[in-house]
Structure formats: C-alpha cells, structure tokens
C-alpha cells in the first residue's frame, strides 16, 4: 500500500528552466513532509520540508508548495542546473514518526 | 559527507546465510533508522529506535531484527536470506524522535 507515490519517474528539462517534481499521498494524517535528493552511490540527502499548517515553503532556488485538499505536493526548482540532476524522493509522515517515502523522480537537466 | 556512517559498503551472501549491517550515526543523534531500497522501489522504512529504545516498527521482516547500542551505533540482522532481500539498506539519523533525517551512504546486500 503505496501511501505517497511520485507518479513519474523520470523528468527532463533545459537548464534555466523550471523544474516541477510532483508527489501525492493519501493519508490526511500526514502533517510534515520533506524533499530528499540522491545521487548515484550516495545516500539520499534532506533538501526541503513544509509542515501541514504551512502551504509554501522556500528555500534558495527551492520552492516547496503542499495542497493539503488535493492531498497533493510539489517542489519547484527555478533555475535548474546541470548539478541537480538526480533521483528527488518524496516523504510524508504523521504524528508516529513513521516516515513514508515515494518511489523517486530522475531529473535530468540537461545543459 | 551526512555524517553517517555504514559498513559494508558491499556484501555479497548466499540464500540461507546471516548478516549484519552497521550504522553510526552522526554525532549527538540519538535516533536512528533503517530503510531498504529494492529496486524499482521508494525507501521502504524498517525500524526506529531512539536512545537504545525501539520507537516505530515499519514493514520489517520476522527474519530481521536491530538494536542500538548504548553508544547509539546500530546492527540489523538479516537472518534466513533469500533473495528477494537484495536490496540498498540505508540508514539515517536524527537528533529527536522526529524530524530531519540524515543518510548514510547505504549497503548493497546482493543474495545469490
């Protein structure tokens, strides 16, 4: 039982473009989510978070925006550069600390 | 460099056998948890425990089992392997019960 799912696993986009990696869930218990990157041979490292009361959060060339109705988030990445291409990892979770991780998205910026 | 640290980086066994996995985490991280990434698949959470304690349980085997140390390192036993257990098994750290996690670089269990 796939509790959040990120529905496309892979994504090109020219450099300077906007990048838009989307994830769902659907447990309406979730109230703090996070953006994880991975590159090949690493483990994966924290990016970005927004908790539930909030609906966008940014951080640099990092925007994260949650639609708690349509049990919905998304982060954008504005400029994209060739270095942030990688696999991005959704998380949710709920009061019991159990978090939840989506199935990844590969970015590919291409130059 | 998250500061976490697991050995093997590489393990190679046969269907039957035993393992151990090792993490540390970072330091002044009382938590510590486990994921396993089979292929095609998100990080599939394990087992948490905080302080030596176990705190969450997720879709871990019976034929798994962990602890943390008093000096907050933890094990995961991998018992009866079969190969459906080839997998990345990571392991990540937090400073509480909760929050931001960081990853280590993983072990790759390949079961032949």
């Known amino acids: 039982d796939q509790q959040v799912k990120q529905n496309s696993p892979s994504l090109s986009v020219q450099e300077g473009r906007i990048s838009i990696l989307n994830c769902d869930y659907t447990?309406?218990?979730?109230?703090?989510f996070l953006w994880y990157k991975k590159y090949p041979a690493e483990g994966p490292t924290f990016l970005i978070s927004?908790?539930?009361?909030?609906d966008k959060n940014e951080d640099g060339r990092f925007t994260v925006f949650l639609n708690k109705s349509a049990k919905h988030l998304s982060l954008h990445i504005v400029p994209s550069q060739p270095g942030d291409s990688a696999v991005y990892f959704c998380a949710a979770s709920a009061l019991s600390n159990q978090f939840y991780f989506g199935t990844g998205t590969s970015l590919t910026v291409i130059p | 460099d998250s500061g976490v640290t697991q050995t093997p980086k590489h393990l190679i066994t046969a269907t039957g056998q035993r393992v151990t996995l090792r993490c540390s985490p970072r330091s002044g991280d009382l938590s510590v948890y486990w994921y396993q990434q089979s292929l095609d698949q998100g990080l599939q959470f394990l087992i948490q425990?905080?302080?030596?304690?176990?705190?969450a349980k997720g879709n871990i085997l019976e034929r798994f089992s962990a602890q943390q140390f008093p000096d907050l390192h933890s094990e995961l036993n991998l018992s009866s392997l079969e190969l459906g257990d080839s997998a990345l098994y990571f392991c990540a750290s937090s400073v509480g019960t909760s929050g931001s996690q960081f990853f280590g670089p993983g072990t790759r269990l390949t079961v032949l």
């Open positions: 447990n309406s218990m979730f109230d703090y």
């Open positions: 927004i908790s539930s009361i909030k």
């Open positions: 425990y905080y302080n030596g304690e176990e705190r």
